[in-house]
């Protein structure tokens, strides 16, 4: 069981960015998948998720400006974020088990590696 996120990068402020989290060695059938983000200096905080049933979740503070997806497949979850801000700058990370969606990290045995996000101002 794996995941990958990749899709960060640098992008400018008011821009927008894609990022995928690609699961192997199982579908999201009965897993829910949500996206951390580790901003510098700052504890992790959940900020999307969505169940297996594919309901989506948004913390109200990206709430408007964030979008949660999973592919048709059920192989990868996407988080499109618009509208970023300095503070969006994080290393973003997906994590999936079979839970209920939570941003309680202890419920989340599998975590992909994290993608750099940098939003210049």
């Known amino acids: 069981v794996q995941l990958q996120a990749s899709g960060g990068g640098l992008v400018q402020h008011g821009g927008s960015l894609n990022l995928s989290c690609s699961v192997s060695g199982f579908t999201l059938d009965y897993y829910a998948v949500a996206w951390f983000r580790q901003a510098p200096g700052k504890e992790r905080e959940g900020i999307s998720c969505i169940s297996n049933e594919g309901t989506p979740h948004i913390r109200d503070s990206v709430r408007g400006r964030f979008t949660i997806s999973r592919a048709a497949d059920k192989k990868t979850v996407y988080l499109h974020m618009d509208s970023l801000k300095s503070e969006d700058t994080a290393v973003y990370y997906c994590?999936?088990?079979?839970?209920?969606?939570?941003?309680?990290?202890?419920?989340?045995?599998?975590w992909g590696q994290g993608t750099l996000v940098t939003v210049s101002s």
């Open positions: 994590a999936a088990d079979i839970v209920a969606c939570s941003y309680y990290e202890p419920l989340y045995k599998y």
